[in-house]
């Protein structure tokens, strides 16, 4: 099993609808990150937790949220999701505090909204 | 702001030549530098990574990469590629103490020609 695991691995739903994007982890890591990847514009930091009660917004934070319901789960959500949120999204973990960690990323989950 | 570009956005090689991938960086202080790889359908894996000391550092897979701070550079480099190098390839940036919110470059191709 993956040590990092999305769900769904893949999405099709419309414009408006709420969208949960799940992720949890095997790795006992404290620190989980949501990134959006695009065509030509590499992935970009959505949102970052580096524990349950430490939650921060990334650079494109704006029309997402997140939840961090243990220290190995952290859930993605788009409350009205809109055509230019279909992307390709990973989470990542790490465990090291000072930046020079390895991250460790699930798969990926593929949502396009219509 | 830190940042990263990679200029080259495909990069077409034929299996057994030389391959250098390009990744230029701007941040204030000595970065963490990492680079990452893609396959079709996968989340990102470490390829390697530079922190401090030896300006090359070696990866796996037979990948390398040279950190010139004069140039702002971390350019990736195989000595003889192989098919299943055929990828998309991402250069990071960290900020030291930035707690792994990696900056990714947009991420460049790399097809193999048999």
């Known amino acids: 099993d993956a040590d990092v695991t999305q769900t769904p691995r893949n999405r099709i739903t419309k414009t408006g609808k709420r969208i949960m994007l799940e992720c949890s982890q095997t790795?006992?890591?404290?620190?989980m990150y949501w990134y959006r990847q695009d065509p030509g514009l590499g992935l970009r930091l959505i949102y970052y937790?580096?524990?349950?009660?430490?939650?921060n917004k990334g650079e494109i934070s704006d029309g997402y949220s997140v939840s961090r319901q243990a220290q190995a789960k952290f859930s993605l959500s788009l409350e009205s999701a809109i055509p230019n949120q279909t992307a390709l999204y990973f989470c990542?973990?790490?465990?090291?505090?000072?930046?020079?960690?390895?991250?460790?990323f699930g798969e990926g989950s593929r949502l396009t909204v219509l | 702001a830190q940042s990263v570009t990679q200029p080259d956005i495909h990069i077409t090689v034929s299996e057994g030549a030389s391959l250098e991938l390009r990744c230029n960086y701007s941040?204030?202080?000595?970065?963490?530098l990492f680079w990452y790889v893609q396959s079709p359908g996968q989340g990102l894996q470490l390829l390697l990574k530079y922190f401090s000391g030896d300006t090359l550092v070696q990866g796996i897979k037979g990948f390398e990469a040279e950190f010139k701070r004069s140039q702002s550079s971390f350019n990736l480099r195989k000595p003889s590629v192989h098919w299943s190098d055929a990828a998309e390839y991402f250069c990071a940036v960290g900020a030291r103490g930035g707690g792994n919110k990696l900056t990714f470059g947009t991420g460049t191709q790399l097809k193999v020609e048999l």
């Open positions: 937790s580096f524990d349950v009660k430490d939650i």
């Open positions: 990542a973990t790490s465990d090291v505090p000072s930046g020079a960690g390895e991250l460790f």
């Open positions: 790795k006992g890591h404290d620190r």
């Open positions: 941040y204030g202080a000595t970065p963490y």
